[in-house]
């Protein structure tokens, strides 16, 4: 999830943002969070500015495999935007067609044009480090779930559980 990524552009554009990923466990709950940044940049015809609330739901082991890795590149694909609020959701992939990425988004701004964009998403290893007060990798809290839900973060991870559990 990545609250309040912020669009800008004329001709050439730039996004920015940061958030977090959790991972299933075995038994259904959703675990201790990872964050991340996001961000990218584009050229096309473009002209504008947005803020976009963005959900991602990596669908495969791939995928989890692929966004551990320093960066993940999600592929450039042209994209076409118009009007001050919208709601977008999609399929994607990362730039080898390894991870079957399906998001969601909601934004506010203007913002109008086409254009090839590209994005990188990478761990955030300053507010991970922060957050549990040790260095920690995406890996530990993502895969290995090495670490328990700090009290901080219970309220996230029990809303994401209950949004996300098996029937």
């Known amino acids: 999830m990545f609250p309040g990524l912020t669009k800008g552009a004329f001709v050439v554009g730039g996004e920015f943002g940061r958030g977090v990923f959790t991972c299933r466990e075995k038994d259904g709950s959703m675990g201790a969070p990872a964050f991340f940044t996001i961000g990218g940049g584009s050229v096309g015809w473009q002209f504008g500015g947005k803020q976009a609330d963005l959900v991602l739901l990596i669908m495969n082991e791939d995928g989890v495999k ?6 993940f590149t999600l592929g450039g694909q042209a994209a076409v935007a118009a009007g001050p609020v919208g709601r977008t959701v999609q399929a994607a992939t990362d730039a080898q067609l390894h991870a079957q990425i399906l998001s969601w988004s909601r934004s506010r701004g203007v ?10 998403i990478k761990p955030d290893k300053k507010t991970t480090e922060a957050f549990y007060g040790k260095p920690l990798t995406a890996r530990q809290l ?3 779930h090495s670490v328990s839900v700090p009290k901080a973060a219970r309220s996230f991870v029990e809303t994401t559980t209950s949004h996300t559990r098996r029937s």
Do not use: E
Request: no cysteine; hydrophobic share 45%; net charge negative.
């Open 66 to 71: 692929h966004l551990l890795k320093d960066h």
């Open 142 to 144: 993502l895969v290995d």
């Open 111 to 120: 913002f109008l044009g086409a254009s090839i964009d590209g994005t990188v």
